[in-house]
């Protein structure tokens, strides 16, 4: 028998795998972690990378991101609703009980949890989900994640750099009007 880590491995590819995912993200705490290492305020997920690096081949059940306060981009939640039928959900505080409510909540609906953070405040969570039977992932930076938390979930996805973009910051209109002022001024 082959062993799956040798490269030269290959499944076989008549096994259709119909798994269903549901993604669960502690926005803060994803967007702390890539702002910390990225070293830019301004860096985002680029949910078009990671969210096909996320699921292999399984079916996307559900998509929810979590995230603290009540500002909260129209365009992320535009985007998650549009491309991956997602929603965004503000919480009061931490996104930590809201996003543990919801995935026990769902845990008899679908086979696999990734959730995304590196919080060791899931560890609970996924100690409860694993006995529930759900396959429990953890998708977060590897330099900001709990290593109890990468221990007791199924597997971890490391969120790399390719994994997200950084926005380059918007020309103030003070600048663009003086600029069209002095255009129009010319002789």
């Not at 030269?8 to 910390?36: M, W």
């Not at 979590?66 to 998650?80: D, M, N, P, T, Y």
């Amino acid at each position: 028998m082959k062993d799956i880590k040798d490269p030269q491995f290959r499944p076989p590819t008549n096994i259709q795998i119909s798994q269903s995912v549901a993604i669960l993200i502690d926005g803060n705490n994803i967007e702390r972690s890539i702002h910390t290492e990225a070293d830019d305020t301004n860096t985002m997920l680029n949910f078009d990378a990671l969210i096909p690096k996320l699921l292999v081949n399984r079916g996307l059940s559900r998509l929810v991101y979590f995230r603290e306060g009540k500002h909260i981009s129209a365009k992320l939640q535009e985007r998650l609703h549009n491309y991956y039928h997602g929603s965004v959900r503000p919480c009061h505080k931490s996104a930590d009980i809201p996003l543990s409510i919801y995935a026990i909540q769902v845990a008899n609906k679908v086979d696999t949890i990734i959730i995304m953070s590196g919080d060791s405040d899931y560890i609970e969570l996924v100690q409860h989900l694993k006995s529930e039977g759900v396959r429990v992932e953890i998708a977060a930076v590897l330099s900001t994640t709990s290593q109890l938390l990468k221990e007791e979930a199924d597997h971890f996805h490391e969120i790399t750099k390719e994994d997200w973009f950084t926005l380059t910051p918007k020309k103030s209109h003070k600048h663009r009007d003086k600029k069209d002022r002095d255009k129009h001024n010319k002789p």
